[in-house]
């Protein structure tokens, strides 16, 4: 199931707060379809779709296993409200971003660490999952690689289960499915204009290979099905 959370019919033009009631409803109806062998669901996130699931998989029951595609651990451009409590978005310093010689822009460097804005910093402790944390190490939307092992450090210190992070050197941002070709720079709405997202041709194309036998060998394995 592809979930729309903005952007699309009825549903809010822009990405102002993200409310994860909208996304419990789907859980529900998942978690209820005669068709979804259960007990528990998958949640599979890309870039900010990653950050969502690591959000969902902290506050909401019912998720068994979540892949996460260079993902953010600290909440980005948008609030996450669930119920009483509210997650800010964490800083940009807008002064750090850099400008390539085609004039495209490079923020990799610009949003703050979710050490320094700890209000940000997505309660990952509180999840009972199991997560596969897939990083491209040419990822210039955000550091991925570091988001990835601060969860980790996180999960670990309060005592829940060491996630598996597998690392792709010269991936970039967006690891799709495989041969998709390559995005290497597009628009990105909250840089307002087109940014690097890194990756070398070679490299990301065999990381979207492997990436994709990866997760599906992992929720083969927590989801119940057979190899």
Not at 128 to 147: I, M
Request: glycine residues 10%.
């Amino acid at each position: 199931m592809a979930l729309a959370y903005y952007g699309y019919d009825d549903l809010p033009r822009s990405l102002e707060t993200v409310h994860l009631e909208y996304f419990e409803e789907a859980v529900n109806y998942l978690l209820h379809h005669p068709e979804v062998k259960g007990p528990g669901i998958g949640l599979l996130g890309n870039s900010k779709g990653g950050e969502l699931c690591l959000a969902i998989s902290s506050f909401l029951k019912g998720i068994t296993a979540a892949v996460i595609i260079n993902g953010s651990v600290a909440v980005v451009g948008a609030s996450i409200h669930y119920k009483d409590e509210t997650l800010p978005p964490v800083g940009i310093m807008r002064d750090r971003i850099k400008v390539t010689k085609d004039g495209i822009k490079d923020v990799v460097e610009a949003l703050k660490s979710p050490l320094e804005d700890q209000k940000s910093f997505i309660p990952v402790e509180k999840s009972d999952t199991t997560f596969l944390f897939l990083v491209g190490q040419d990822d210039h939307n955000w550091k991925s690689e570091f988001y990835a092992n601060e969860a980790s450090k996180r999960l670990q210190a309060h005592g829940k289960e060491k996630p598996q992070i597998i690392c792709y050197p010269e991936a970039g941002h967006y690891i799709e499915p495989p041969y998709w070709p390559l995005c290497r720079a597009a628009l990105h709405i909250l840089a307002g204009g087109p940014i690097v997202y890194g990756g070398e041709p070679r490299a990301h194309a065999r990381a979207q290979l492997d990436v994709w036998e990866q997760l599906q060998t992992f929720f083969h394995k927590y989801l119940g099905g057979e190899s």
